[in-house]
């Protein structure tokens, strides 16, 4: 797959869907390829053993099975003479540690009270914004918000890392 750069990609999606009316449609996009065999540009994309599809179909399942689960902690805050707000922060229950990715590693529980745990999902959480930046930054900028405050709020979230971490 590493023949599919980002400019490919982009070249074989605009020429698909400029033949279905502006519409890119994943359906028929992978009929499109199927139908074509291996003359059409993007055939070497996919998996076409059905085991090995219907495997990372699975794995994928899985994966999505605990996406959404989460797990809160509480944070007490003095707010004035013998007053206490308790909240309630929402974390995912399980975390991908990005070390452990490279080497295939899993999942694991999250636990709210081990520093680096929190530190692992600031992490997490600077990089998704990162990504997040990248790809909307022209609606940022349409709607009034400076990427320099989604950049603030990523290197707040790598220092919180790196101390909790350490």
Known sequence: MSSFTKAKRQKIVEEFARRHNGNYNPALFLEEVKTTGESHPAFGWFEWDADKAASA?????????????????????????????????????????????????????TDPDDPEHIAEHCLQAARTLQQWRDRYSAALAHAGIKVSDVNTVIARLERKASSKAA
């Open 57 to 109: 179909y699975q794995l994928e399942q899985a994966r999505d099975f605990a996406r959404d689960l989460r797990v809160s902690f509480k944070i007490e805050e003095i707010v004035g003479p013998n007053q206490v707000r308790i909240r309630e922060h929402p974390i995912p229950m399980v975390i991908s540690p990005m070390e452990g990715r490279r080497h295939g590693g899993g999942y694991r529980l």
